[in-house]
């Protein structure tokens, strides 16, 4: 069974990643402190926002440029959390504002909300409303609580999330690098001239090549135009035998992240991959999970014929596709297909 990160959307993050939030819910006390009078380049607790900090002495250190911050705006404090499990007090950033405001919400959901969960929706819809905002830690935030969700997740929140917002996200440059979120709920947007810039934009990628976002564009593409827009993925980049690797990976990344979401594209997307095994089998290992997880057993015959050339240049690879096959032959066991 594949646990919740596994699941997650694999296109916005990667890889699991812990947010402010979850520092916070890990933390067994958190503060608001300034500089200790007494002991210059430590901190003194002002304020206690959660738990108990004990009166113990808080071993975090006040850097240089810190200090300068909280000696400039005497209103200011450092916001400070102690972990739970290792007692060591860690820096989270400078309070005040919206930031304060943030902070104190999460802290008001310790009891319902678990440290690194990506699919409770009330939870994403709290951070969803901060994407793009000014402060750049609240937009990271809101970034990374929201693109490491499944992407069915993704989609039952994007009504929440203006439109405006979205566009202002892909057409300022300062979001380069977070893009991929915004392109993925681009593809949710039923009006015209949206769906008209993501299938626009994904001709001309297909045309240009390139992989630069090249997985949330097809995402999206496939949003908006379903069965046929796999068919067009399957036939541009999976029988293309030119195309480079990082293109065939990315589309890959949107097909199994699409699969994930919704089974009834499991059919259309398990045919793209019979085309990706007779054109690029070397890549099979990289669909061997998704077959499994989606209980599609017809590529088995396909997957037998490749494998001896992937286990001389990739044993693992060739290990997944032995356990594809396993199951494949369980199934045909118990059915008799």
């Not at 001239?193 to 626009?200: I, L, N, S, T, Y």
């Amino acid at each position: 069974v594949l646990g919740e990160a596994a699941q997650a959307c694999q296109i916005c993050i990667p890889k699991p990643t812990q947010t402010l939030a979850d520092r916070l819910l890990l933390s067994d006390a958190v503060v608001l402190a300034r500089e200790d009078p007494e002991r210059p380049f430590h901190f003194a607790t002002v304020e206690v926002l959660h738990g108990d900090p004990n009166q113990i002495p808080i071993d975090a250190f006040l850097n240089s440029q810190a200090r300068r911050r909280l000696a400039m705006d005497p209103d200011a404090a450092m916001l400070i959390g102690r972990d739970g499990k290792t007692g060591k007090w860690q820096t989270l950033g400078i309070a005040g504002g919206e930031f304060e405001q943030v902070t104190r919400q999460v802290l008001s959901f310790s009891g319902d909300w678990q440290p690194g969960e990506t699919n409770n929706a009330a939870r994403l819809r709290e951070f969803a409303q901060w994407l793009g905002h000014e402060d750049q830690r609240l937009h990271e935030l809101a970034y990374l609580e929201v693109g490491r969700a499944p992407y069915a997740t993704i989609r039952s929140i994007s009504d929440d999330i203006p439109l405006e917002q979205v566009r202002g996200m892909l057409d300022d440059p300062q979001y380069l690098e977070w893009r991929s979120l915004a392109i993925l709920l681009l593809g949710q947007s039923t009006i015209d001239a949206d769906q008209a810039r993501v299938q626009r934009t994904m001709l001309n990628k297909q045309r240009l090549s390139g992989t630069l976002n090249l997985d949330a564009w097809a995402t999206a593409y496939v949003a908006i135009t379903g069965r046929e827009g796999v068919e067009q993925l399957s036939d541009w980049y999976l029988n293309d035998k030119r195309r480079s690797r990082g293109e065939l990976k990315a589309i890959l990344r949107a097909l199994s992240v699409l699969g994930a979401g919704d089974p009834d594209l499991r059919e259309p997307i398990t045919t793209a991959y019979r085309v990706l095994l007779a054109v690029h089998p070397r890549l099979a290992p990289e669909v061997a999970r998704d077959l499994i997880s989606w209980a599609q057993w017809d590529l088995a015959t396909p997957m037998r014929a490749i494998r001896p050339q992937i286990a001389e240049a990739d044993p693992l690879g060739a290990y997944a596709i032995d356990q594809y096959l396993l199951r494949a032959d369980v199934y045909r066991e118990t059915t008799g297909d």
